[in-house]
Nanobody
């Protein structure tokens, strides 16, 4: 299982970024996928999740209306479109794959899954 995030960088407040998570080594379309982030000195927190089909999504309240999670099952890739970025969005962003149905996946309730596979993360820095 391999998950490789990209697209992070430095952006001014109010700006936008699009993160990608390229995957391999597993049947992507069978996995619930999620984005988490970890800011300096803080615990990893849930950002967004998407069902295996892409029809169901869930967002943390802090990003709702600003971030959009999506997936392309033909390209085995997960995305996170981030707009109206704030300094508090500064963090390392991780994608995660959970082999589960949506209703059984902790991602569907915005929780961490101990069985999930993780990428190495990509740093997003938002300057104020």
């Amino acid at each position: 299982v391999q998950l490789v995030e990209s697209g992070g960088g430095l952006v001014q407040g109010g700006g936008s970024l699009r993160l990608s998570c390229a995957t391999s080594g597993f049947t992507f379309r069978n996995y619930v996928m999620g984005w988490f982030r970890q800011a300096p000195g803080k615990e990893r927190e849930f950002v967004a999740a998407i069902s295996d089909s892409g029809h169901i999504v869930r967002y943390a309240d802090s990003v709702k209306g600003r971030f959009t999670i999506s997936r392309d099952n033909t390209k085995n890739t997960l995305y996170l479109q981030m707009t109206s970025l704030k300094s508090e969005d500064t963090a390392v962003y991780y994608c995660a794959a959970d082999y589960s149905s949506w209703v059984r996946s902790p991602f569907s309730s915005g929780s961490y899954s101990p069985r999930a596979d993780w990428g190495q993360g990509t740093l997003v820095t938002v300057s104020s």
